[in-house]
């Protein structure tokens, strides 16, 4: 009987199940009751949209910094996501693999595994972001990179799997954090994290001159006052500039530590760029710049790490680095 194969994303920000049809992505974002058990009210973007929350009832992010925090919201969330989409029956066979930081500890791969097999099946591989790419290129040594909500992924990869890899806490959320912070300190204006990202998406920039400018509502911290004020790029660029740039720093350390050979096939490869946070304006030449080699973001970088999973564990040619799954 053909397996049917389901790639499983629990991002810091969306929550992705993808494979034989099935496509769903969402806010990783769960309404919960508490009580002897975890009860979920509603999910992704239902749970957003909820309006007044029910007694006793939060809202949970059950993932952060590429962490599972919950698992037994995940967990929850999953098994919905499942009945919906993969109803558990006896003639199924089902493997789920699932994506997951490469500087996950052996507890937290844990958490991840218990809560997908809340899901009810259990058949589950964990694939590090890294290895995922390796469908994306042809062979060779090359620099890869999942910017994400939460964490960013940095590896070197080829046909035999991960040479290295690392995960960086610095990722959208701390730039959201960081463009709130220079606006507080620079103009005495405050805004929520929300507010933060819209302006991010909207007018953020590696560029070194961009005139895009966005107006937002927030409040002036002076007078206490809501205003709707106009922010531009070159106000939030140093923000953006100071995690981008961590975020090559750690690229640049992981490229040095390579044994010569190594070093130069990867120039000669280059650095493949997915993720949601790879959207940023001006990141090709940005990074081409700083570690002067070619550089590649996939169109469609929110969902390019699921369709490169997908490809890697139905490709037998790949089934070596996933070891024995690839049976
Ligand atoms: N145009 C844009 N410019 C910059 N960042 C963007 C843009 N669009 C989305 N993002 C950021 O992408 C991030 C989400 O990316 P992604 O969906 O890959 O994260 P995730 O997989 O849920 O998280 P993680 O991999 O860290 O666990 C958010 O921080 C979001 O602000
Ligand atoms: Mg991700």
Redesign the pocket.
Known sequence: MQKRKYII????????VYGDAVMY?QP?VALVRRGRTTEVLAYGNAALEFGTLPEHSVLVRP????VVRQPDVLGAVLRKIFEQFIPLTPFRAVELYV?V?SGLGIVERENVEKAVAAGGYKDITLIE?ALAFLPRFDGGDAMVA????????VGVINSGGIVSAYTVDI???A??EKIKNVLLQNKNFKIDSAAA?RV???I?SLYTVDSSAVSVIGQDILDLRNKNYEITATQIAPAIHYCYSRIMDVMESLLTSLPRQKQEEVMLNGLYV????????G?TDYLQRGLRLPVYIDKD??TA?LRYAAKLVSDPRYSAVLGEKGK
Do not use: H, W
């Open positions: 994303d629990p991002g810091s920000r969306f929550l992705s992505r990783n993932v952060s910094q590429g994506i930081p972001a999942d910017f994400g909500g939460g964490v960013t992924d990722a959208g959320d730039v959201d990202e991010k998406c909207a953020g997915a993720g949601g946070g790879a959207m940023m304006n990141l970088p929110e790490v």
